[in-house]
């Protein structure tokens, strides 16, 4: 009995320093499944994140460090907020907090996305 309780305390930590450990750094992971998702930010149009950026469409090296982007003709400040146009119209959801773990999760994968599908140089 006892044993049990030691092993339930510890598998008790041991979820809470994962959980911990999510929260600290970046999970590209868990961005990749947000990246792949139609129901991010309450998303309504069926539409994910990858049905438009395939292949890596519409990014370049540049993407995660412009100063400005042009979105449709819009101009848009920074990255947190071009990932929240791109929400709010082509996902036709809500916008997601810009420092929030979702929003940091989706940068991670981001950068992952974009280096995996780099075109070759023609
Ligand atoms: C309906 C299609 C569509 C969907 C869905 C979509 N985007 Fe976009 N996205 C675009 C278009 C179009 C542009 C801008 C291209 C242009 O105007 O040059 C863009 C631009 C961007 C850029 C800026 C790229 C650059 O280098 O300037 C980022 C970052 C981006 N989208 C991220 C996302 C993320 C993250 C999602 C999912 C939440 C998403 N997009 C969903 C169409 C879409």
Redesign the pocket.
């Known amino acids: 009995m006892k044993r049990m309780k030691m092993a339930i305390t510890l598998l008790a930590t041991s979820s809470v320093l994962l959980a911990a450990g999510s929260c600290l750094g970046a999970d590209g992971a868990h961005g990749k499944l947000?990246?792949e998702s139609p129901g991010?930010?309450g998303?309504t149009?069926g539409?994910?994140?990858?049905?438009?950026?395939r292949d890596g469409?519409?990014?370049?090296p540049?993407?995660?460090s412009?100063k400005h982007?042009?979105?449709?003709?819009?101009p848009?400040a920074g990255?947190a907020e071009?990932?929240?146009?791109?929400?709010e119209?082509?996902?036709r959801?809500e916008a997601i907090p810009e420092n929030g773990e979702e929003m940091r999760d989706?940068?991670a994968y981001?950068s992952v996305f974009i280096k995996d599908n780099r075109k070759p140089p023609q």
């Open positions: 947000l990246f991010l930010g998303g149009s539409k994910s994140c990858l049905t438009c950026h469409r519409d990014f370049s540049e993407t995660l412009r982007y042009l979105v449709m003709g819009n848009v990255l071009v990932i929240n146009f791109c929400i119209v082509a996902l959801g989706l940068i981001l």
